[in-house]
């Protein structure tokens, strides 16, 4: 892509997190007003933002008593976002008073965010008044500023200036009269008509044509509703950021509030009507748990072998091997250990490629096979040669180490059997490396520790950590687990084989 393509793209395409801010009063126990709306805009995708028109001192039984803070400080707030953030969205509920209204229709005006929802709060859900009545005509006209309303019906009766609907098809014919003559979409909300659904519809009487969506949904036998609207017209607004079809805006966030009233019960919040559970199907289609990433992982496990890997530092066989006193035929001996060893280490390397999610991935693999075999071939052929050891049966240790490594194949889980071949690179490697300063022209062990020590080894360690880790960091918590117990497992058979030769 062009650097012009690429800004044009950044440019058009919608911002991966909305900003969305609600305007509205408090809920102390969390079930509607601003604090429901900040849960509903983290549930649909968006960043929360809040300024509050009023405190209100309420609970999951009704509204105790109401302050609504000087209109210069509402103001305060309102500047104080906008001055600093850009806004995708509004939601704007409880506006208390003709005061309160008229501040945020001189911001909406000044600011012209780019979409604003207006849940038309009145009356809460306990029958107590949250807009003082003489505020209902200021209220009418803030419609026209809005691009969607959000009435239930008694709030809708007002809206259109009108009695309330007793019907679904007179609630319809209402939402069209208040959608053409503030020129706004109105979706109506049937939650209050007695039945056994609870049908919403997208009303749009803004043209020459009228639009009408319907969204059929269940009624859900509950008392927890305490907040529905504050909840689904902020998850409104939210989804309606980056041009999303309203109809389209809809169906998902009807989809969620429904899972969010079903979820209610599991909370138990307060002796009322009480919340929703915005938080409902995320937490049980995510869980709540939290992935290291893959450097945690790579320090995590390299530091939970320390013991097995202090262990194989101080065995007799490895110090002989480190100052050359080792006997010669102690070497052969492990060597015509790890010759068998190598045959089959390459059968489970070609596993793990066969098995292998991404093509890097198997090419790595396949690659890592070929070159254990094509050392089993030199560790004949250099140290071998002469056939003493031609008739060598795997001693107990190999046929461990051995089984191990079979039997994550024959799970044919790519991820543990992956975790199960990392010890060999990285002990080797790291031991080679060690091993290196204490190398010199006479060392009859030169050649091995130069083997381990090379840069070659050194990468293809480095891409198997990297590979191990990464799909260790994107397991959930029991394949991770599972993983870790397959790699330390390893360590351990290490350990035994490199103690074997001299019996420990
Ligand atoms: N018992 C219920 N079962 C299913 N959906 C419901 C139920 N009660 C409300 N809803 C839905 O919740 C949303 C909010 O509706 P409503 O309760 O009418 O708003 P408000 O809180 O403004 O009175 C609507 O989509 C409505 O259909
Ligand atoms: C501050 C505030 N705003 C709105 C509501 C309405 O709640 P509901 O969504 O149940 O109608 C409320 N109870 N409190």
Redesign the pocket.
Known sequence: MSAEATRDAALTAPRAVPRVLSIAGTDPTGGAGIQADLKSIAANGGYGMAVVTALVAQNTRGVRSVHVPPVAFLREQLDAVSDDVEIDAVKIGMLADVDVIAAVREWLVRVAPPIVVL?PVMVA?SGDRLLRADAEGALRELARLAHVV?P?IP?LAILADEPPATTWQQTLDQAARVSARFGVLVLA????LDGDT???ALVDATGPELFVTMYD????E?TN?H????S?SSGLATRLVGGVEPARAVGEV?RW??ES?RGGGELAVGGGNGPIHHFAGMWQRAGLETRPTASEIRTEWWDGIRDVREQIDALPFLMGLGDGSLRDDAFRGYLAQDALYLRDYARALATASALAPTVAEQAFWAAASEGSITAELELHESWLADGAYAGTRPDSATIGYLDHLLARCAEGDYDTLIAALLPCFWLYQDIGVRLLPRSHDAHPYRSWIETYADAGIAEMTEAAVGFVTQAAARADERGREAMREAFVRSAEHELAFFAAPLGS
């Open positions: 849940d859900t959000t239930n709030e909300k049937g939650g209050h609870a049908p919403d949904a269940s009624r859900i509950t509703t907040g529905t609207g504050c689904l009807k509030i429904s009233i």
